[in-house]
């Protein structure tokens, strides 16, 4: 699976940082112009489906249902979805268009974004969410892109693509995954928590009407500012749910989430 999550056996031989270049330009005037939107294998972060959604104006699970094929990511043992491709020669992504390239080009995946580069995550330490993460170059044969004469910075290209925000959103649901690779396998999880990871990482509009549909918010003290905060806002309540999932699986930042005393 081609996913923006590199497994730390598979590590590229050239790491790159921030301040490292490379030349590349994607544009309608070389040949390969939407090759790398066939017969691909891509990922779909939770804040790409945030955004994908609203674009189609969809609600989660109806994207869900449509557009992805789900997944046990490997080492993890966590659900995680990719998406789906169109039945056709070239098994193309389903919002491709020959001419004109990406038909939500605004709102596209961050794999897509970060192409041609690929995000690494040696490892994840410590309480403050430190990131040891690296990039590479994803040099596909298909690929011209490589041979144009723009160049630059890893840094520079993250600004250009907006990836920012996308990774900052994504922090939370990226150190699930690897905190959980980081346990012996023999610590496996329970069919239930699998899908509870699911539904908070992905089906953001069924784990919103779990939280206030549920008995959820009986159990739990949750502030009344915290309550607001996830009530409307998506990108709060996916933050909300990393959380969750953090001190249910992990039993770290259990204090968020003290049971109601009876």
């Given at each position: 699976m081609n996913d923006?999550?590199?497994?730390?056996?598979?590590?590229?031989?050239?790491q790159l940082g921030l301040e490292s270049k490379f030349k590349f330009k994607c544009h309608k005037?070389?040949?390969?112009?939407?090759?790398?939107?066939?017969?691909?294998?891509?990922?779909?972060?939770?804040y790409d489906i945030l955004t994908m959604r609203k674009k189609l104006e969809l609600t989660s699970e109806e994207f869900l249902a449509a557009f992805t094929d789900p997944h046990l990511l490997e080492k993890a043992g966590l659900p995680v979805v990719t998406l789906k491709l169109l039945d056709d020669d070239r098994k193309s992504c389903p919002f491709v268009e020959d001419k004109e390239g990406c038909a939500i080009y605004a709102d596209r995946p961050t794999t897509c974004r970060y192409y041609p580069l690929g995000v690494g995550s040696l490892s994840y330490s410590g309480e403050n969410g430190e990131k040891?993460?690296?990039?590479?170059?994803?040099?596909?044969s298909h690929c011209l892109g490589f041979d144009e004469n723009k160049e630059w910075t890893v840094a520079e290209w993250r600004e250009d693509?907006?990836?920012?925000?996308?990774?900052k959103v994504n922090d939370g649901w990226m150190e699930l995954i690897v905190r959980k690779?980081?346990?012996?396998?023999?610590?496996?999880?329970?069919e239930e928590s699998k899908q509870m990871f699911f539904l908070a990482c992905y089906n953001i509009d069924k784990f919103r009407e779990f939280i206030f549909s549920s008995t959820f918010l009986e159990r739990y003290e949750v502030p009344k500012e915290k309550i607001e905060?996830?009530?409307?806002?998506?990108?709060?309540l996916l933050q909300f749910g990393?959380?969750?999932l953090k001190a249910t699986f992990f039993q770290t930042g259990q204090e968020k989430f003290k049971i109601k005393e009876k």
């Open positions: 923006i999550i590199q497994e730390t056996s598979e590590i590229p031989p050239e005037g070389v040949k390969c112009f939407t090759d790398c939107c066939r017969g691909i294998d891509i990922m779909l972060t939770p040891d993460e690296f990039f590479f170059t994803v040099k596909e693509q907006d990836v920012e925000l996308r990774d690779k980081s346990l012996p396998t023999s610590m496996k999880l329970s905060d996830i009530k409307e806002d998506d990108i709060n990393f959380e969750w």
